[in-house]
């Protein structure tokens, strides 16, 4: 099965791509600045959803302690995703 997804990915995209991947290798970079989730401790999620792609949320910095929009894929800030070296996601 997994060979199916690694070639139907690489006839889509033409690159090859890292099946089995963990946070541990994704990079979020917004406005230049690069932030790996493994390294950031526990106060940045990355979401995905249907209405509002992707986009990196942090609480650090926020005394109210509630969730703040660092960027995303719709939002103004350059923004884009790296999973193990390999862009998936930018705007």
Same mark, same amino acid.
């Given at each position: 099965m997994k060979k199916y997804f690694k070639n139907l990915w690489r006839?889509? %995209? *033409?690159?090859?791509?890292? %099946? *089995?991947?963990?946070?541990?290798?994704?990079?979020?970079?917004?406005? *230049?600045?690069?932030?790996?989730?493994?390294?950031?401790?526990?106060?940045? %999620?990355?979401?995905?959803?249907?209405?509002?792609?992707?986009?990196?949320?942090?609480?650090?910095g926020s005394p109210s302690k509630e969730w703040r929009l660092i960027g995303g894929e719709y939002d103004n800030a350059k923004f884009h995703i790296e999973v193990d070296g390999k862009i998936i996601c930018f705007n």
């Amino acid at each position: 099965m997994k060979k199916y997804f690694k070639n139907l990915w690489r006839a889509l %995209i *033409g690159k090859p791509f890292v %099946i *089995g991947a963990s946070y541990h290798d994704v990079t979020v970079v917004v406005n *230049g600045k690069k932030m790996r989730l493994f390294d950031s401790g526990y106060n940045l %999620i990355l979401t995905c959803t249907r209405s509002s792609g992707w986009e990196l949320w942090s609480m650090e910095g926020s005394p109210s302690k509630e969730w703040r929009l660092i960027g995303g894929e719709y939002d103004n800030a350059k923004f884009h995703i790296e999973v193990d070296g390999k862009i998936i996601c930018f705007n």
